[in-house]
């Protein structure tokens, strides 16, 4: 053990390159060793944790020193009906935010009460976009006729670099001499980032060699990946589902304390008319809360919840009692790859009776999908809910949040 430290300390050993002389285990111990000796700081709980590191440190993460613990809850049971996801479902939320699992559960037990949540999924694709240099913007215009008039050539590119993905649209954008090619995939059960990166480079080599192009960037921020974009909204990105359940005046009156006008009044005032007052791509109550605490407990890439944020939620009144939905255009999700194998995170999704490939293909994101748009429908309930009976910050300070 000294002997490593002593040479990660001299330089003649770097960190990155402890698993090359140790196993997982060992390299994870000897860099947080290192790491406390040189900043004091104690971090024997970032080294008790239960998951297996040889997979982690192969696929997940570098320069590991351990992991941290994250608190999961369940909300549930949440009757869903999907074309996917038919069943009753425990949903698995990480998080250190309290109330939210309480939140949460307040709207399973509402939506389950009034016969399931229905949901459909409107359209299914992963997006990359490699943006291309042209000489100028007759050339631009010409890269575009090409890529237009040889779109099953490209197909073939793409698909020669995956048994799985699938390349059914492409769409050019031009900006001066910018030419953006937003290529959409079906990924299957993957969430498929990757696989839609390596089928653009393959895609991008075409390009140039057919047209004179010069690519740029496999990415080119058209995707649009990991940020708030107005173009994921209006089209879409990863999984677009919607959620609805129909609400009893009774319903209303008993779980959320309110009626249906108040409840729309609310929703219509904060969600929608506050949402655009401050030019917010999200229209919705905290849409972000269950996206979160889903994609952490399950494997997902977090950074994607900037794009499960911007959901639409909407509250219609109508003769006994409200219809209440969610449009969630960008969920980006999948239930093999990433951080899906890793011990905990498989467990959550096997709680959801989703984890690995589905049968056909596809099905089992899709099915996540549906329950992670139903859990959506849950908190929006919930909050409105509190909010239309002014009970948010009693609930708050309840339950230690004041």
Same mark, same amino acid.
């Given at each position: 053990?000294?002997?490593?430290?002593?040479?990660?300390?001299?330089?003649?050993?770097?960190?990155?390159?402890?698993?090359?002389?140790?196993?997982?285990?060992?390299?994870?111990?000897?860099?947080?060793?290192?790491?406390?000796?040189?900043?004091?700081?104690?971090?024997?709980?970032?080294?008790?944790?239960?998951?297996?590191?040889?997979?982690?440190?192969?696929?997940?993460?570098?320069?590991?020193?351990?992991?941290?613990?994250?608190?999961?809850?369940?909300?549930?049971?949440?009757?869903?009906?999907?074309?996917?996801?038919?069943?009753?479902?425990?949903?698995?939320?990480?998080?250190?935010?309290?109330?939210?699992?309480?939140?949460?559960?307040?709207?399973?037990?509402?939506?389950?009460?009034?016969?399931?949540?229905?949901?459909?999924?409107?359209?299914?694709?992963?997006?990359?976009?490699?943006?291309?240099?042209?000489?100028?913007?007759?050339?631009?215009?010409?890269?575009?006729?090409?890529?237009?008039?040889?779109?099953?050539?490209?197909?073939?590119?793409?698909?020669?670099?995956?048994?799985?993905?699938?390349?059914?649209?492409?769409?050019?954008?031009?900006?001066? @001499?910018?030419?953006?090619?937003?290529?959409?995939?079906?990924?299957?059960?993957?969430?498929?980032?990757?696989?839609?990166?390596?089928?653009?480079?393959?895609?991008?080599?075409?390009?140039?060699?057919?047209?004179?192009?010069?690519?740029?960037?496999?990415?080119?921020?058209?995707?649009?990946?990991?940020?708030?974009?107005?173009?994921?909204?209006?089209?879409?990105?990863?999984?677009?589902?919607?959620?609805?359940?129909? *609400?009893?005046?009774?319903?209303?009156?008993?779980?959320?304390?309110?009626?249906?006008?108040?409840?729309?009044?609310?929703?219509?005032?904060?969600?929608?008319?506050?949402?655009?007052?401050?030019?917010?791509?999200?229209?919705?109550?905290?849409?972000?809360?269950?996206?979160?605490?889903?994609?952490?407990?399950?494997?997902?890439?977090?950074?994607?919840?900037?794009?499960?944020? /911007?959901?639409? @939620?909407?509250?219609?009144?109508?003769?006994?009692?409200?219809?209440?939905?969610?449009?969630?255009?960008?969920?980006?999700?999948?239930?093999?790859?990433?951080?899906?194998?890793?011990?905990?995170?498989?467990?959550?999704?096997?709680?959801?009776?989703?984890?690995?490939?589905? /049968?056909?293909?596809?099905?089992?994101?899709? /099915?996540?999908?549906?329950?992670?748009?139903?859990?959506?429908?849950?908190?929006?309930?919930?909050? *409105?809910?509190?909010?239309?009976?002014?009970?948010?910050?009693?609930?708050?300070?309840?339950?230690?949040?004041?």
């Amino acid at each position: 053990m000294d002997d490593y430290l002593e040479r990660i300390r001299s330089g003649s050993l770097k960190l990155y390159a402890l698993e090359k002389e140790l196993g997982a285990d060992e390299a994870v111990r000897v860099r947080r060793e290192y790491i406390e000796s040189e900043s004091g700081a104690d971090l024997a709980a970032l080294g008790s944790f239960t998951i297996p590191i040889d997979q982690a440190v192969r696929k997940n993460i570098e320069n590991m020193i351990g992991a941290v613990q994250v608190p999961v809850g369940v909300a549930g049971p949440l009757a869903v009906h999907g074309e996917y996801a038919k069943s009753s479902y425990y949903l698995p939320l990480a998080t250190t935010e309290g109330a939210l699992v309480a939140s949460v559960n307040r709207g399973c037990s509402l939506i389950t009460r009034a016969g399931g949540a229905d949901v459909r999924i409107m359209r299914d694709g992963m997006t990359r976009a490699p943006v291309f240099a042209a000489r100028d913007i007759i050339h631009a215009r010409e890269i575009v006729t090409w890529v237009e008039e040889h779109v099953s050539e490209i197909r073939e590119a793409a698909e020669s670099t995956t048994s799985h993905g699938k390349l059914f649209d492409i769409v050019p954008y031009v900006a001066g @001499t910018s030419v953006f090619l937003r290529m959409e995939f079906d990924t299957k059960d993957a969430m498929g980032m990757n696989m839609v990166t390596i089928a653009s480079a393959k895609v991008g080599e075409l390009v140039e060699r057919e047209t004179g192009a010069r690519l740029v960037a496999l990415s080119g921020n058209m995707c649009t990946d990991k940020k708030p974009a107005a173009i994921n909204v209006v089209k879409g990105r990863g999984k677009t589902v919607v959620a609805g359940v129909k *609400l009893s005046d009774d319903l209303i009156a008993t779980l959320l304390k309110t009626d249906a006008e108040t409840l729309a009044a609310v929703n219509y005032r904060k969600n929608l008319v506050g949402s655009a007052r401050a030019a917010s791509l999200g229209f919705n109550a905290q849409a972000a809360n269950v996206v979160a605490a889903v994609f952490i407990a399950c494997g997902q890439d977090a950074a994607h919840v900037v794009e499960g944020s /911007t959901c639409i @939620t909407t509250v219609e009144k109508m003769d006994g009692g409200a219809y209440v939905a969610v449009t969630l255009p960008s969920l980006p999700v999948g239930t093999v790859g990433g951080g899906t194998g890793l011990a905990t995170q498989r467990e959550c999704l096997e709680l959801l009776g989703v984890h690995g490939g589905g /049968t056909p293909a596809g099905a089992n994101a899709r /099915t996540f999908a549906e329950i992670v748009a139903a859990g959506v429908l849950a908190g929006e309930l919930s909050l *409105l809910g509190a909010l239309a009976a002014q009970h948010l910050a009693r609930a708050h300070q309840e339950l230690g949040r004041g």
